[in-house]
């Protein structure tokens, strides 16, 4: 990240996000500072289950007094004819029952009924539910959850689980907990439908069950894309069938030096299909021109000088590229994306696009465009990082806004003809970058981002200009060079993936930092009960022992 971290830049990216930050403060009418803890007042200690904790926070939520529990009798019920629904079902009954310790019976069954848990998919009807919306009607008798696609119930799911006394995510039966529900009705339904974690594999690898782990993590906060870095300088980690080195060779090792890995296409399929059962679609992305050292220690006809070199295990960017005068570089292109496309069952195929510095802007161009073409030919949209929008890739593609220290005008302008416009911008919501000075891991090239730069912008004014119908969502991103365990992820992504996951979701009429940081507190003792050890930012008031 040499270029990234070049001094003089650094401290004017600095400049900008703290001043973007301050104006994103003072235009929501918060009016506070990026990081004065508890400047309204003392901490709250939050800990009860209701309607005022749902994060992210819903559409419409109102309590009417009274209560449902669970008991040993309680069954779910899922609309008869929906096998979808069933598995929403029964997802639920493998949540709760490890900690209530009931059977929890679940029943392919259009019934109401006392202590019924019923799941209704209308497949039509209210338009505001639409792909991901629910309703949730808690009487005292009966919970009825409502959709009109599975994904909405299992949205709902997501919520029930917050309504519940944070025991309950605990993975053994707990001994004398009344398993209440507040009762009420929620309406719900996100803002935008472009939600995504991502998370970088290549600087560190990541095996099946620790992304699996991130999977349930994101799901949590109705998050509906992983994005997955799968390749860099330092680590090729999907098998390409007919180029063996890929793997044999460029996966082999990571920053530091350790052992690296790498996905078969098997794995990968595995993840996917993780991934799908939990409403979450994935976004392959393979990094090129730039961010290809792995690809040309594996392959070194793809470089212009043709040299053997080996994959790269430091952490600096921008001092790589494929070759965009060899012909092999397009049949590799073309192998690599039609296998990855294949493989994904989502609309969007990453093509990278960052920071080739190496790549003069003519090869850039042609390489982009090749790249975009493939994706096109199978089917699928290109996703690319906002450089690529330097580079007329045409539509449909994604553009994803990163770099505040890049200048504008192109993305800009890619939004309004066309382009949809992803906004991941890393002063705000890249989860890599430090807390504070203080912590241990992470970078800072973005300056530090405490929880309440993670949550206090809009992504639908942030940047001026640009057609509201352009923006497609929001991203947080976990890049790696300094994340090498579950415990990494869960530190850096806990609590501000939440934050970001907020902002994509709720409706701008909810935002509001002391409301946020209320709700967020109350997710302290259920993030405990799932062993989810993340940082206690001071600017939280987390309730004691959480
Ligand atoms: C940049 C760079 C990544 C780094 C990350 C670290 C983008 C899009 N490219 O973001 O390679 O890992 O910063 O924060």
Known sequence: MSHRLHRKSRRSLIVIALAVCVLCAVGVGIGVGISRPHKDGPPSAVQRADFANILPAPVSATPTGGQFTITSATSIHASSDSAPALAVADYLATLLRPATGYALPVASADTDGAGVIRLVLTGEGDKKLDAEGYRLDISDDQITVTAAQPAGLFDAVQTLRQLLPP??????????????????????????????????????????????????????????????????????????????????????????????????????????????????????????PGHVTAALASYPALSCDGKTRSVFTGIDTGFSSLCAAKPTTYAFLDDVLRQIAALTPGPYVGIGGDEAQATSAADYAKIVDEAAADVRAAGKTPWGWQETATASVGTPSVATYWNPGLPGAAIKQAANSGTQLVLDPANHSYLDQKYDAETALGLHWAGYVEVQNAYDWDPGTYLPGVNQDAILGVEADLWTETVATTGDIDYMAFPRLPAVAELGWSPESTHNWSAFRDRLAAQGPRWSAMGIKYYHSPQVPWPAGS
């Open 167 to 288: 025991q309950s995510a605990k993975g053994s039966a707990q001994r004398g907990v009344v398993w209440s529900v507040p009762a009420g009705h929620v309406l719900d339904y996100p803002r935008f439908g472009y939600r995504a974690a991502g998370l970088d594999v290549a600087r560190h690898f990541f095996g099946v069950a620790d992304v699996e782990r991130y999977i349930d993590e994101i799901a949590l906060f109705k998050i509906n894309y992983l994005h997955l870095h799968l390749t860099d300088d330092q680590g090729w980690r999907l098998a390409i069938d007919g180029w063996p080195k890929l793997t044999d060779v460029g996966a082999r090792t990571e920053v530091g030096g350790g052992a690296g890995g790498f996905y078969t296409q098997d794995d990968y399929r595995k993840l996917v299909a993780y991934a799908q059962a939990r409403y979450v679609t994935i976004i392959p992305e393979i990094d090129v």
